[in-house]
């Protein structure tokens, strides 16, 4: 089993719709991420979370929000997804223990038509 | 603040050539420093990462980078290109102690490598 797992891999929804992208991990790692990947754009951090209590907004949080069920959850909501959310959207984890890089899951590809 | 930028949104070699792809970063404090391979429908994997200790590091894959202060730089580069080297690369930075940005990677826009045989 993945150590940083997300589902679903590929959605298809509608303009409007609410959707929700979920992330999970085996790694027992404190904190955890959402990024979304663009052509020509990287990835870019929607919402981090250091612990269970702490979550916080990245540079791109506008039209999400996010909730970390537990220390090993951490899921993104789009409430009303638009078509310029389309995108690759990565979850990372990573260990205050131990600073040097992030584990990430294999992505949820999203189109909002 | 902390930023990242990639020159060169593609390069393309071919095989046996030099592969370089460069990284220049910005950083209020001293980074860690971070490239990261994407291969096509895959997730991110680590090639190597600079954490203030050796100014050449070695990754996988043959893979290696120079952190240069002066430079703000911390270019890749691998000898003699393959052609399993083809795909996306990610340099990152995030800086190696405390403040808001503290624990935060910060990607570039990615370099798409093309190796031809």
């Known amino acids: 089993d993945a150590d940083v797992t997300q589902t679903p891999r590929n959605r298809i929804t509608k303009t409007g719709k609410r959707i929700m992208l979920e992330c999970s991990q085996t790694?027992?790692?404190?904190?955890m991420y959402w990024y979304r990947q663009d052509p020509g754009l990287g990835l870019r951090l929607i919402y981090y979370?250091?612990?269970?209590?702490?979550?916080n907004k990245g540079e791109i949080s506008d039209g999400y929000s996010v909730s970390r069920q537990a220390q090993a959850k951490f899921s993104l909501s789009l409430e009303s997804a638009i078509p310029n959310q389309t995108a690759l959207y990565f979850c990372?984890?990573?260990?205050?223990?131990?600073?040097?890089?992030?584990?990430f899951g294999s992505g949820t590809r999203l189109t909002v038509v | 603040a902390q930023s990242v930028t990639q020159l060169g949104s593609h390069v393309s070699v071919s095989e046996g050539a030099l592969v370089l792809l460069r990284c220049n970063y910005s950083s209020s404090v001293p980074p860690y420093l971070f490239w990261y391979v994407q291969y096509p429908n895959q997730g991110l994997q680590l090639l190597l990462k600079?954490?203030?200790?050796?100014?050449l590091v070695k990754g996988i894959n043959g893979f290696e980078a120079e952190f240069k202060k002066s430079e703000t730089s911390f270019h890749l580069t691998k000898p003699s290109a393959h052609m399993s080297d083809a795909a996306e690369y990610f340099c990152a930075v995030r800086p190696n102690a405390g403040g808001t940005s503290y624990g935060k990677l910060t990607f570039g826009q990615g370099t798409i490598l093309t190796v031809h045989p």
């Open positions: 990372a984890t990573s260990d205050y223990r131990a600073p040097y890089g992030y584990t």
């Open positions: 979370s250091f612990d269970v209590k702490d979550i």
């Open positions: 790694k027992g790692h404190d904190r």
């Open positions: 600079y954490t203030s200790a050796a100014t």
